[in-house]
């Protein structure tokens, strides 16, 4: 019986769940992609919180113009902004299933910009 994408996505998910899990000092960066929007958010895994979150359907991003990758940039820079503001610097970024590439890597890319290490 083939497994269906979103079941695909479920086990490779889970195991990264096993290794990367969020902390007080590292939260967790995690990443959901819909097929029109990106939605990023912040957790510690510990206590069971969103310290913040962020996505393109932030009055911020979605008065922006510009690619799904671009506006994936905007995304990753609101939520950096967001998580400094929070007072949290490093991260451990949790793709979510997905593959490091496209609109993943963006985000990604533009968080680091924002000045989150991870």
């Known amino acids: 019986m083939a ?5 695909k996505r479920r086990r490779i998910q889970n195991r990264i769940r096993k ?3 969020g902390t007080d000092a590292r939260p967790r960066l ?10 990023a958010q912040i957790v510690d895994d510990v206590n069971g ?3 913040t979150a962020a996505s393109s359907r932030d009055k911020e ?3 922006e113009k510009g690619t799904k990758s671009e506006i994936a940039t ?4 609101l939520i950096a902004e967001k998580a400094l503001k929070a007072g949290i ?3 451990s970024f949790d793709r ?5 590439h496209g609109r993943v890597k963006s985000l990604a890319e533009g968080a680091r910009e924002g000045g989150l290490k991870f």
């Open 61 to 63: 991003v979605s008065s």
């Open 49 to 51: 919180k969103t310290i």
């Open 74 to 77: 905007q995304v990753g820079k």
């Open 19 to 21: 290794v990367v899990s």
């Open 3 to 7: 497994l269906t994408k979103n079941e």
């Open 89 to 91: 610097e490093t991260v």
């Open 30 to 39: 995690s990443v959901f992609r819909s097929n029109k929007e990106i939605y």
């Open 96 to 100: 979510g299933g997905y593959q490091y």
